[in-house]
């Protein structure tokens, strides 16, 4: 059997290691636009110089060969034949497949702000080449605008402020990274940031860019009135899956490629893994659902459950936040609200009806992985009659006799 | 993130207290109980031996004995010995100080505040001097002979102070103590490596070393202390976090030595250091009280209203009163004084004095007290405390807490203040015990722990049961500390006494739980035991008396607790002192101690089903009483 | 596979896991001279306490599909095919703590002296005697057993 994998990313990767582990076999093909395989949560530590583009792999360096992988790399998919099994590539080849994995992950996009999308200096932060071309950017530019303080843009700039760069960040909402974080943690941040060097713009937003004679923006202009000077700009604000080549093939798409928990789409034999899928949201869960389809494609019978997607961490400056769930609940959604602080240490736990709906644990984030498991599974711990913050994995404390495997007590 | 040290401190029976100590920015037992919750449960049976170099040994299924061949019996009543020989210890010290105090101020004709106690003493002791100074020096001198006795002669004012129905047991069982110092020593031996294996001898040298302790450590103590600086009386006095006045220079103090501090707390308000005082901007200098020296000075504060300005808080309490920032400077001279507060110090500035080398804080200037230098002794300390008050006013924050404790808490109860308040006999509360509206008496004694529920927790916790069940309740040490900041100790507390005990407290305005201070005062709950007792006609056993000790934290109770099982009472204690891992202590303890002394240990760390066992001792005795 | 199978009941809470481990991580350390208070002294196991339950082991199972393994993106965390052990690689490790956040079981740890690598338990390297913390239980609460995967 030959199986191929449109995307070199954690669902791709995860897909063609688990293949290769269960049926060593099996043809397995790789197709990917980049040059080489590398982990984009890796990318600022590429791009502050932290790491090479070797060390921001997340794979052996002989792993093709070691696994007997067909690895196509700098190969864009443009096209797919859903009748004849194949997928043409940019350079006009086509490749059979008896199973297809599309996992081509997402692309950033440049909101239509006038100026922005003309300025040749506009990068986003989303792959190798993005980060290569920022690096050379940051060989000469001193100052750095970064649209978006998500993790992303939070991620680049502390690249760009690494590479001692004046870094300005401009972001709609009143807090950075606001999905995650709520104002008391967000601040933190924000805080150690600036104590770096960083400026932040918040409830503030792009209204224009002006474009020099060689086609750079220069100057960014904001809704406040706010003129900001800008030798290289960073636009994150947010992505899309990425399934342009698909068009014509017809397979089921809304915003992105659909899927069952099988992750199989309408069609047979063509499986969706990861951003393309808009149900992975994260690495991790990018990485399961890479293993499930290639077990599914290899005949397993296993279902995708995991689509809990709340979920993140952040460490900046050595200060490490996990955060899941609902954490900024509207009062009208009647959530219990519990903080426990000190000067080491902010923790949030949102309740509702005895079952956690989110949580932030900022400083000390050691042990905390049991919180996820109980958003996910809408676990009831008011039968647990104790202080929220003494919760510990010993609280659902069940082995397995055979295994010795940990169970949940529930 | 805030400045809090910890989001993670202990609970504890007081709220405000437990507020205020979250809300701090330094580390303080409270904090630090997270970080030791989990416990080695050899080290909580009392099965772990470090005695040689082929231990630790450990007790477990695949090796149920040491390499030497000692069983967890032996073991554990090795280590239970040893503990209380050091407790012993502990208040040998603190007598043999104050005897000699006692001495030096005998003979230098200096002042003697409490006479009716000196009478006391010279009638028990059957000393005959006509000059108050000579008598009271020859009580010292006949304390001091017996401390200073080897083992193998026996202490002479055992037979005095004894119950005699008491000493005769004593005499049977063959645990009349030798000289009290060289006991500890024999206890400190005896438990060395491959010496004694047999744990009943070691528990009955328990016993002896209990006798030692109560009559001299404790109820001595406190009878030489009354000469020197007065007797406690009644009355209502300020406690808590409230008492320290920021208008004033405050030293806290820490210990069990009242009398070393007898005539610095005289000098402090004359009129020189006062004007001192004024110079740097204060009104003066006041002494805060905290752990059982506070205690006592506030037992005898209707002699001191002046100087003293209220007791604080007990042994887990004095990070807090530190942390307030009010405080200029911390005399100690014996414990409870914390390792904890020397960082706290530090950063506040406090200037820390010992005055004995026994509690020698790392960070603190020595300055042992020497009686005859005590005049420029206490010049320098003045002059130290002023120069840390100048130092550090206005530099450190403030952060007091005016609400915390209570103004009214009633003080100052002994047994001779209570018999006087009585009508100077104990007719009228043994008929109120007789008739059932006093339905028995706990002493409710010892330390604040952080284990078994929080601070004060079982403490307060078993008391609010006891009083519920028309028990009234005495309290001598640091859990007297915790009971009155949560105003237990306030006449208001009547209404939580059960119908009949309220009602007597209400008539007579008194509360339900009476302070008599320090875990001294321990011999003083001994006092009114055996004159209740003596009036009835009966041995202690027999009445309706229950003692607990139910947050117990050091060696020193562990001794006190040896003296309350030779005095036959049962004993309660919230948690085990470590010899949960032999049966003979188990036994001994709880089934086999009714035939040799009729005392009987009882461990239960919940409140409700411990006052239930309590009710029920008292019950059972009143029934054999036929009251 | 080799995996540390814990009888709970048998704990008793003295922590010598706990001290055993810091010093098979302490360069040679035993446990006379191990370091207790350095600010590197990690342990990789935990010994809880419930009233009702009593002492509760937690230690790495280097579980059958490890939900660390997969949720690392940066290839520090591979389970070994051939000892079935979860094995770090400091070097690649790019303190995501997506680890931390994903061992459902609270085993991982981010380091507390620098936030930049993964606290968790190696086997003891697969050593041929066996883990650390296993020699040193006095109540025989751990044991390494084979188990199959």
């Not at chain 1, 997340?58 to 067909?70: P, Q």
């Not at chain 3, 690392?72 to 400091?90: F, I, N, R, W």
Request: aromatic share 6%; with cysteine.
């Amino acid at each position: 059997m030959k199986i191929v994998i449109i995307g070199a990313s954690a669902a791709g990767i995860s897909a063609a290691k688990t293949i290769k582990a269960s049926e060593p076999d099996t043809e397995v093909v790789i197709i990917a636009k980049e040059d080489r395989v590398h982990s984009r949560c890796m990318l600022h530590k590429f791009l502050g110089h932290e790491r090479d583009v070797k060390g921001i792999s997340f794979i052996a360096d002989d792993f093709f060969e070691t696994s007997g992988i067909t690895w196509l790399n700098n190969t864009t998919v443009i096209g797919l034949d859903t009748q004849k099994k194949t997928v043409k590539t940019h350079d006009n080849q086509d490749i059979s497949y008896d199973k297809l994995l599309i996992a081509s992950g997402a692309s950033y996009f440049i909101p239509p702000i006038p100026g922005l999308r003309e300025s040749k200096n506009v990068y986003g932060f989303r792959d190798l080449k993005d980060a290569q071309l920022l690096d050379s950017e940051c060989n000469t530019a001193k100052n750095a605008v970064v649209i978006g303080a998500g993790l992303v843009g939070m991620d680049a700039a502390v690249a760009m402020m690494e590479r001692g760069l004046k870094v300005t960040v401009i972001e709609m909402t009143d807090a950075v990274m606001s999905l995650q974080l709520d104002q008391k943690s967000a601040q933190a941040y924000q805080q150690r940031f600036e104590e770096h060097g960083a400026a932040f713009i918040l409830n503030d937003k792009v209204v224009s860019v002006d474009v020099d004679e060689v086609g750079r923006g220069k100057a960014i202009h904001l809704a406040s009135g706010k003129v900001v000077p800008a030798d290289v700009i960073v636009i994150a604000a947010g992505v899309r899956p990425a399934f342009g080549f698909i068009t014509g093939s017809g397979i089921d798409t809304n915003h992105a490629i659909l899927v069952g928990d099988d992750l199989q789409t309408n069609i047979d034999d063509i499986y969706a893994a990861g951003d393309v899928t808009g149900i992975a949201g994260i690495w991790p869960n990018a990485m399961k659902q890479g293993r499930i389809a290639a077990l599914n494609m290899l005949g397993e019978k296993r279902s995708y459950e995991d689509r809990y997607a709340l979920k993140n961490t952040v460490n900046f400056f050595g200060l490490t936040t996990l955060s899941l769930g609902n954490i900024n609940p509207e009062p009208e959604e009647n959530c219990e609200i519990f903080i426990c602080e000190d000067r080491h240490n902010y923790q949030k736990v949102v309740l509702k009806n005895g079952v956690v709906q989110g949580v932030i644990i900022q400083g000390n984030i050691g042990g905390t992985g049991f919180w996820q498991y109980l958003i996910k599974n809408k676990i009831d711990i008011s039968g647990k009659n104790k202080d929220v913050f003494g919760l510990s994995y010993a609280d659902f404390y069940d082995q397995d006799q055979q295994t010795g495997e940990y169970r949940y007590a529930v | 993130m805030n400045t809090n040290f910890s989001c993670k401190t202990c609970a504890s029976a007081d709220q405000k207290l437990e507020t205020f100590i979250s809300n701090l920015s330094v580390d303080t037992s409270h904090h630090r109980m997270e970080g030791q919750s989990v416990k080695c449960g050899f080290g909580l049976q009392g099965i772990c031996c470090r005695l040689c170099s082929n231990g630790p040994c450990r007790i477990t299924p695949d090796g149920p004995k040491g390499v030497c061949g000692a069983t967890a019996d032996t073991i554990v009543a090795r280590n239970f010995l040893r503990a209380v020989s050091a407790g012993s210890g502990c208040y040998i010290h603190i007598v043999e100080n104050t005897a000699l105090m006692l001495k030096k101020t005998a003979a230098s004709k200096g002042v003697l505040k409490g006479k009716v106690a000196l009478a006391k003493l010279a009638e028990i002791f059957a000393v005959d001097e006509a000059d108050e100074h000579v008598r009271a020096e020859k009580i010292a001198d006949m304390v001091l002979a017996d401390l200073y006795k080897p083992d193998y002669v026996k202490m002479e004012l055992v037979e005095k102070m004894a119950y005699k129905p008491r000493f005769d047991r004593w005499k049977e069982l063959g645990i009349l103590p030798g000289g009290a110092k060289s006991e500890v020593f024999a206890g400190v031996v005896k438990t060395s490596t491959n010496l004694n294996s047999d744990p009943v001898d070691m528990y009955l040298n328990c016993l002896k070393l209990g006798i030692s302790t109560g009559l001299y450590g404790l109820t001595l103590t406190n009878l030489l202390n009354d000469v020197m600086l007065g007797e406690p009386s009644i009355r209502l006095a300020p406690v808590g976090l409230r008492v320290i006045d920021t208008d004033y220079i405050n030293i806290m103090i820490t210990g069990h030595q009242h009398s070393i501090f007898a005539y610095l707390q005289d000098r402090l308000i004359q009129d020189d250091v006062i004007e001192k005082a004024k110079a740097v901007g204060a009104k003066g200098f006041k002494l805060v009280g905290c752990t059982c020296v506070g205690q006592d000075l506030q037992l005898r504060g209707e002699h001191y209203q002046e100087v003293f300005n209220g007791h604080a808080g007990n042994n887990f309490t004095s990070e807090a009163i530190l942390a307030t920032g009010a405080i200029d400077a911390v005399l100690s001279e014996f414990n409870c004084t914390l390792p904890g507060i020397e960082p706290i110090c530090d950063e506040l500035k406090i200037k820390q004095i010992c005055l004995d080398d026994v509690a020698k804080k790392a960070n603190a200037e020595m300055k042992p007290f020497v009686f005859e230098e005590k005049e420029s002794q206490s010049n320098d300390i003045i002059d130290s405390v002023i120069e840390a008050y100048q130092a550090r006013r206005g530099v450190v924050a403030l952060n007091m807490d005016a609400d915390h404790g209570n103004d009214d808490t009633l003080t100052g109860v002994s047994e001779g203040s209570l018999k006087s308040f009585l009508g100077g006999t104990w007719k009228p509360l043994i008929d109120l015990i007789v008739k059932g509206e006093i339905k028995g008496i706990a002493g409710v004694v010892g330390c604040s722990s952080l284990t078994a529920g929080g601070h004060d927790v079982l403490t307060v916790n078993l008391v609010k049961e006891l009083i519920a069940k028309d028990i009234l309740v005495l309290s001598a040490g640091c859990s007297s500390g915790g009971l009155e900041n949560v105003g237990l100790m306030s006449p208001s507390a009547a209404s939580q006494a059960g119908s009949k005990l309220r009602a007597v407290c209400e008539s007579l305005g008194i509360p339900p739980v009476l302070n008599f201070g320090p875990c001294l005062a321990i011999g003083r709950l001994e006092l009114v035991a055996t004159e209740l007792a003596e009036a009835i006609g009966v041995d202690l056993p027999q009445l309706p008396l229950v003692l607990s000790a139910p947050q117990w934290l050091e060696e020193q109770a562990l001794a006190d607790g040896a003296f309350g099982l030779a005095l036959g009472l049962p004993l309660h204690l919230g948690l085990p002192p470590f010899v949960t891992g032999s049966p003979v202590a188990v036994q001994v303890f709880t089934q086999d101690m009714l035939n040799l002394t009729g005392g009987q240990l009882i461990i239960d760390d919940n409140a409700q089903s411990a006052a239930q066992t309590l009710d029920a001792i008292i019950e059972k005795k009143r029934k054999e009483l036929n009251i | 596979m080799k995996r540390i199978i814990i009888d709970r009941e048998k704990c008793d809470g003295c922590l010598n896991c706990n001290i055993a481990c810091i010093s098979a991580h302490e360069e040679g350390s035993n446990f006379y001279t191990v370091n207790m208070l350095s600010p590197d002294a990690e342990t990789r196991n935990f010994i809880k306490f419930d009233a009702q339950k009593g002492y509760l082991p937690i230690f790495c199972r280097h579980c059958d599909e490890p939900e660390c393994v997969l949720s690392c993106m940066s290839g520090a965390l591979e389970k070994d095919p051939l000892t079935g052990h979860v094995q770090y690689d400091e070097s690649k490790c790019a303190a995501c703590y997506m680890c931390v956040m994903n061992c459902p079981y609270g085993v991982l740890k981010p380091d507390k002296r620098t936030r930049t690598k993964v606290i968790k338990c190696d086997f003891c390297d697969d050593k041929v005697d066996g883990p650390s913390c296993v020699k040193a239980c006095p109540k025989k609460a751990i044991e390494v057993k084979e188990v199959s995967l």
